[in-house]
C-alpha cells in the first residue's frame, strides 16, 4: 500500500512541521536558547568555558565539549519517563557531543569545560534533532568561537516514500517499512556530523533521503541564524 | 560578614531591596497552562526571572496493600543544571529532595486530591498522579515557583480515556478533572537578619539565617510547614511569618486565573 497522504496534514512528504526559535531564554547560563520543531521542544543551556572537573579529565591542549540530553519525566506520550541515567540518554548525549564538536573551536581554553544542558518538556519524535538545533543557537549566544552553526533534523523513509522530520506517528506507521534517520550537518560544508538508523530502507532511498534533507537544512539554518539576530540586532558588533 | 550581605541588610534597613522592592512584594507572577501536550496537565510558572515548568502524568498501577482502595500522588523535582550553575549533574541534591518534598506534603497532606476517587478497582487497579517539577532558570524563591506550578499543573490535568478492556488510551483525553478538592499555595518567608522577607532573588537567599515555608488555603488553615536554614526563629518570628505567608498565598491564588475556585 502506497504512503499518501502525511499523517498531520502536511502537504509535501519534504515539508518541515512549523518551527519556533529563540536565543537568550535562560538567564543564568552562559548561553540558551529554545527551539520547537512540531510537538517536539527543546531547551539548551551553555555553561563556560569553565574550570574542569575532575582535573584529570582536563585537555591541556584545548578545552572539551560536554553534553547532557535529558527528557522531561512528563515530556513523552503514556508512562513517565523516569529520571536520572538511562542508556538512550547516554547515547544521546554522546552523539549530540559528537554532532556539535566538529564546528567549535576550543583551542584557546585549555583545561576547559563548555558544558551543554539540553532538557526536552514535550516531544513528538525528532528529540535529538531538536536538542542538536537549540545548543547549537545556544553557542553561538554564549559566543564561543564557532565555524558554523548545526542544523539536525531526521528523514527515512514510511511506506513507499522517502520523507523529511517523521513524527511520532509516522515512525509508527504499520502499513509499510519505516526507517527513521536523524541526520546533523555543518550547513556551509553539507558535511554530516551526525547520522544514524533504525528500520530498513534501501541504499536508493538513504541517498535519495540525504539529498532531500539537505534542503530542509537550509530553512532549518534560516530559523536559527533569525533567532540570533533577533537577540542581536546589530550584527555581530556586539561584544557581548 | 560578607560584602553581598552587608549590602542587602543596610538596603533592609531602609525598607527596600537591592532591586527595590518592598520587603514583603512578590516579583510578577504569571501562570500559562497547557505547556506539554504530552503530559495530562501541565503549567509554566514565572515569578520574576525564574522558571518552572510542571507536569502530570496519570497511570494506572496496584494500591498499597495497607490503602487498597486509594490512588497515590507523588511529587518530584529535577533540579536540572540547564537551570542555574550552582545545579550539579548527577543523582537528585538534598536540596532537589527537600524541595519536592515541602511541595509533596503540601498538597498530600492538605487533602488536595481526593485518593479514594483516584481508585479504579478496590485491591486491584488505581490512578497514580506524578507531578514532576522542572526549573528552566533560577533567579530565586524556587520553593513558591515550583508550589505554584505543581498545584497549577494539577488542576490543568485531565484523564485520559480507559478502553474497554482497561488499557488507556493516553490519545484521547477525556473532559474529566482530577478530583481537587482543595488548593494549597505554598509561600516561603526569609529572615535576614531582624527583617523578613519573601520572594527572595539568588543573592538574597544566600544571606538568610532562616527560612519557613508555609502551605496555606483559602480558608487561611495552614496545611504544611518547614523550616529552613541554619539559625533559629522565634514562636514571634513564626506569628509574623504565618500572617505574612497567608496574606502573600491570597495574591498567588488569584494567578491561577479561572481555574481556581
Known amino acids: 500500500m502506497s504512503y499518501t497522504k502525511r499523517v498531520d496534514g502536511r502537504k509535501s512528504f519534504t515539508e518541515l512541521r512549523p518551527i519556533t526559535a529563540k536565543a537568550g531564554v535562560i538567564a543564568r547560563a552562559d548561553g540558551s536558547a529554545y527551539f520547537k520543531i512540531g510537538n ?30 535529558v527528557m522531561m519525566p512528563f515530556s513523552g506520550m503514556g508512562d513517565r519517563v523516569r529520571p536520572g541515567p538511562n542508556r538512550r540518554a547516554k547515547e544521546i548525549s554522546m552523539v549530540t557531543q559528537k554532532a556539535l564538536d566538529p564546528v567549535l573551536d576550543l583551542q584557546d581554553y585549555p583545561n576547559a569545560v563548555v558544558d551543554v544542558f539540553i ?45 523529511v522530520d517523521l513524527d511520532y506517528a509516522e515512525e509508527a506507521y504499520s502499513d509499510g517499512p519505516v526507517s527513521d534517520i536523524p541526520v546533523a550537518m555543518i550547513p556551509s560544508t553539507g558535511e554530516l556530523t551526525l547520522l544514524q538508523m533504525d528500520g530498513e530502507i534501501s541504499k536508493k532511498d538513504l541517498m535519495e533521503a540525504l539529498k532531500l534533507v539537505k534542503e530542509s537544512m537550509n530553512e532549518i539554518y534560516e530559523v536559527q541564524k533569525n533567532a540570533l539576530k533577533d537577540k542581536y540586532p546589530a550584527g555581530g558588533d556586539d561584544d557581548e | ?32 497552562y497547557g505547556v506539554s501536550k504530552n503530559a495530562e496537565g501541565s503549567a509554566r510558572v514565572k515569578i520574576g526571572g525564574t522558571e518552572v515548568i510542571a ?28 537551570a542555574s550553575p550552582e545545579f550539579e549533574a548527577g543523582p537528585p541534591s538534598i536540596d532537589s529532595i527537600e ?16 485518593n479514594k476517587a483516584l481508585c479504579i478497582e478496590k485491591g486491584e487497579k488505581i490512578w497514580i498522579v506524578s507531578v514532576d517539577i522542572c526549573p528552566i532558570n533560577d533567579e530565586g524563591n524556587l520553593f513558591d515557583a515550583a508550589g505554584l506550578a505543581a498545584i497549577a499543573a494539577i488542576m490543568d490535568a485531565k484523564f485520559p480515556k480507559v478502553e474497554k478492556d482497561g488499557t488507556v488510551n493516553y490519545k484521547e483525553r477525556t473532559k474529566t478533572p482530577l478530583p481537587i478538592k482543595k488548593r494549597p499555595i505554598p509561600i516561603t518567608v526569609w529572615r ?23 502551605a496555606s488555603l483559602s480558608d487561611g488553615v495552614i496545611c504544611a510547614l518547614q523550616k529552613g536554614g541554619d539559625a533559629t526563629l522565634t514562636v514571634e518570628d513564626v506569628d509574623k511569618m504565618t500572617d505574612l505567608a497567608i496574606a502573600k498565598a491570597k495574591d498567588l491564588r488569584s494567578k491561577l486565573g479561572g481555574k481556581s475556585k
Open chain 1, 40 to 69: 517536539t521542544a527543546a531547551y539548551a543551556a551553555v555553561y563556560g568555558p569553565r574550570e574542569l572537573h575532575p582535573r584529570n579529565k582536563q585537555i591541556p591542549t584545548r578545552g572539551l565539549l560536554r553534553c547532557d540530553y
Open chain 1, 119 to 163: 532538557c526536552l518538556p514535550e516531544t513528538d519524535a525528532g528529540s535529538r534533532c531538536a536538542g542538536i538545533c537549540a545548543a547549537s543557537i545556544a553557542l553561538a549566544d554564549a559566543g564561543v568561537p564557532m565555524k558554523d552553526l548545526i542544523c539536525a533534523v531526521s528523514t527515512g523513509q514510511v511506506g513507499d516514500k522517502v520523507v
Open chain 2, 1 to 32: 560578614m560578607s560584602e553581598s550581605r552587608k549590602h542587602i541588610t543596610e538596603y533592609l534597613k531602609k525598607g527596600l531591596r537591592l532591586d527595590g522592592r518592598k520587603l514583603d512584594e512578590f516579583r510578577e507572577v504569571s501562570v500559562e
Open chain 2, 55 to 82: 507536569g502530570v502524568k496519570l497511570n494506572i498501577g496496584t494500591p498499597y496493600s495497607d490503602r487498597p482502595d486509594e490512588g497515590t500522588l507523588m511529587v518530584g523535582v529535577e533540579l536540572y543544571p540547564l
Open chain 2, 99 to 114: 524541595l519536592a518534598r515541602v511541595v509533596d506534603r503540601g498538597i498530600r497532606e492538605a487533602g488536595a486530591i481526593d
Open chain 2, 192 to 214: 535576614i537578619g531582624n527583617d523578613l522577607i519573601v520572594d527572595p532573588i539568588n543573592e538574597e537567599e544566600k544571606s538568610t539565617d532562616a527560612r519557613l515555608t508555609i
